[in-house]
């Protein structure tokens, strides 16, 4: 009786390995396809690898946190380049995965990162950039009231610095 628990311990414990491998395999795939989507030798970005990697998400091969994390790190990059191309990535991410990314990109502060960004006197295509892609979210998650209000205050708080003032169409500034 003591040899089967043994035996069904460590079948357990191989299982409980094998699955931690798998794991740091998805994470470490995540990352190498968006260091690979985001590389600086790339001339624009790479929508097939975009896509891939939003298939991924979308077929739970990747943990879209994985998938988040590495975005963050390419977007704290100091290439412009990099950061434009993470920041494409991100954009088609929101646009393709839905709400499990939304989450993820609100609560893993991405957020504050490119509002830090922005505030550190970006290049200006990645200030111009963070600051579209700001607004546009802001508008498609419902603002304040919405499901994530996260994305309407980081808006809300490049707005009130003064880094952000758009003019609208009758000349007036929102």
């Given at each position: 009786?003591?040899?089967?628990?043994?035996?069904?311990?460590?079948?357990?414990?191989?299982?409980?390995?094998?699955?931690?491998?798998?794991?740091?395999?998805?994470?470490?795939?995540?990352?190498?396809?968006?260091?690979?989507?985001?590389?600086?030798?790339?001339?624009?970005?790479?929508?097939?690898?975009?896509?891939?990697?939003?298939?991924?998400?979308?077929?739970?091969?990747?943990?879209p946190k994985d998938v988040v994390k590495a975005v963050k790190k390419r977007i704290q990059h100091k290439s412009t380049k990099v950061q434009l191309l993470a920041l494409t990535l991100l954009e088609t991410m929101v646009k393709n995965c839905?709400?499990?990314?939304?989450?993820?990109?609100?609560?893993?502060?991405?957020?504050?990162?490119?509002?830090?960004?922005?505030?550190?006197?970006?290049?200006?295509?990645?200030?111009?950039?963070?600051?579209?892609?700001?607004?546009?979210?802001?508008?498609?998650?419902?603002?304040?009231?919405?499901?994530?209000?996260?994305?309407?205050?980081?808006?809300?708080?490049?707005?009130?610095?003064?880094?952000?003032?758009?003019?609208?169409?009758?000349?007036?500034?929102?």
């Amino acid at each position: 009786m003591n040899c089967a628990r043994v035996f069904i311990e460590r079948v357990n414990q191989r299982k409980g390995e094998e699955k931690k491998n798998t794991m740091a395999s998805s994470s470490s795939s995540a990352t190498v396809a968006v260091e690979k989507a985001t590389s600086d030798l790339l001339m624009g970005p790479d929508w097939t690898m975009n896509i891939e990697i939003c298939d991924s998400i979308n077929s739970n091969h990747w943990q879209p946190k994985d998938v988040v994390k590495a975005v963050k790190k390419r977007i704290q990059h100091k290439s412009t380049k990099v950061q434009l191309l993470a920041l494409t990535l991100l954009e088609t991410m929101v646009k393709n995965c839905g709400d499990q990314v939304h989450f993820q990109i609100a609560e893993r502060n991405i957020l504050d990162e490119m509002i830090k960004i922005v505030r550190k006197k970006a290049h200006m295509q990645v200030r111009d950039k963070i600051l579209v892609l700001l607004d546009s979210w802001q508008e498609a998650f419902g603002g304040p009231g919405g499901k994530y209000p996260q994305y309407y205050w980081a808006y809300e708080e490049l707005k009130m610095a003064l880094i952000y003032v758009r003019p609208t169409a009758k000349g007036t500034f929102n």
